[in-house]
């Protein structure tokens, strides 16, 4: 399964607004009313953007298997660079390869609790690096 696969899987496509677990309006695969080509065109975008931005703040995810980086980029995607930056301990054992302290690290944050499966099923592709 590839990222852009999962993060439509995630994110869900809805052509008409609705209101996501926070109470935050949201649309598409997370914008304002588009057509799915549309959407599909913002969703490459933004992952490239992302991917830069995460590649600039962390280098050393460069040097990650194409599994654990597509999680961070997924988390990123959800989070923001930012908020993604918040995760200080999972982050570090990231870097180091401690694969369960990450994935312990991931299932132990209120972003867990917020996206459920989501976090459950990257939490597990960042301990085995399988997707």
Do not use: C
């Not at 930012?82 to 302290?101: I, Y």
């Amino acid at each position: 399964m590839s990222l852009i696969e999962q993060l439509k899987r995630h994110e869900g496509w809805e052509a008409k607004p609705y209101i996501d677990t926070v109470g935050i309006p949201t649309f598409g695969y997370g914008f304002t009313y588009i057509t799915l080509a549309e959407g599909e065109m913002i969703l490459r975008n933004r992952i490239e953007t992302y991917k830069q931005e995460l590649i600039a703040t962390f280098p050393w995810t460069k040097k990650l298997d194409s599994v654990r980086f597509n999680v961070l980029l997924n988390m990123t995607y959800n989070l923001g660079i930012a908020r993604l930056s918040g995760f200080v301990n999972t982050l570090k054992a990231v870097e180091e390869g401690r694969w369960e302290d990450a994935s312990r690290g991931m299932l132990a944050s209120k972003w867990a609790t917020q996206v459920k499966g989501r976090a459950v099923e990257l939490a597990a592709q960042m301990l085995t690096g399988v997707e």
